[in-house]
């Protein structure tokens, strides 16, 4: 599964793993909010804008999204994440190639029950998923639970 030619860029795989979250595809963004603008002016907000949503029936989605929940359990494939105090969704990758080492691939949504925040990482040329791009994502993610209001 996954391998051959298969092109998929990194935004690709985090709208469909945003979609594992939330059943909706939205219209990427890098920022939600712009602030401390010139002159006091208020923030811009920018809201999220549905591209799509319901593409899958209620009980595939149930079944792959559960199946997203327990690749970062005991058991699974995202080892880094097992002890980690927060539930994810996931899906570790490693996408081989002709020649060299695979490309590591890891995506996540988080946290499992009321997901706030996506993310995909690829590191070219770097290995097994879960045990090159999987480490990064969960030092990201440790640092929004320590940071950031969810």
């Given at each position: 599964?996954?391998?051959?030619?298969?092109?998929?860029?990194?935004?690709?795989?985090?709208?469909?793993?945003?979609?594992?979250a939330s059943g909706k595809i939205y219209k990427p963004h890098v920022v939600s909010k712009?602030?401390?603008?010139?002159?006091?002016?208020?923030?811009?907000?920018?809201?999220?804008?549905?591209?799509?949503?319901?593409?899958?029936?209620?009980?595939?989605?149930?079944?792959?999204?559960?199946?997203?929940r327990q690749a970062c359990e005991q058991g699974g494939t995202a080892f880094p994440f097992?002890?980690?105090?927060?539930?994810?969704?996931?899906?570790?990758?490693?996408?081989?190639?002709?020649?060299?080492?695979?490309?590591?691939w890891f995506s996540a949504f988080a946290p499992f029950e009321n997901p706030q925040i996506?993310?995909?990482?690829?590191?070219?040329?770097?290995?097994?998923?879960?045990?090159?791009?999987?480490?990064?994502?969960?030092?990201?993610?440790?640092?929004?639970?320590?940071?950031?209001?969810?």
């Amino acid at each position: 599964i996954g391998q051959g030619f298969m092109l998929t860029t990194p935004i690709q795989v985090n709208l469909m793993t945003s979609y594992m979250a939330s059943g909706k595809i939205y219209k990427p963004h890098v920022v939600s909010k712009i602030e401390n603008l010139p002159n006091n002016a208020a923030a811009i907000e920018i809201s999220p804008k549905i591209l799509s949503e319901d593409l899958a029936s209620a009980e595939n989605f149930t079944v792959v999204r559960n199946g997203m929940r327990q690749a970062c359990e005991q058991g699974g494939t995202a080892f880094p994440f097992f002890n980690a105090p927060y539930k994810v969704g996931c899906k570790t990758g490693t996408a081989e190639k002709a020649l060299g080492n695979p490309h590591a691939w890891f995506s996540a949504f988080a946290p499992f029950e009321n997901p706030q925040i996506t993310i995909t990482v690829i590191i070219e040329d770097g290995g097994e998923g879960s045990a090159v791009a999987a480490p990064v994502a969960r030092e990201i993610l440790d640092w929004m639970f320590q940071n950031k209001k969810f």
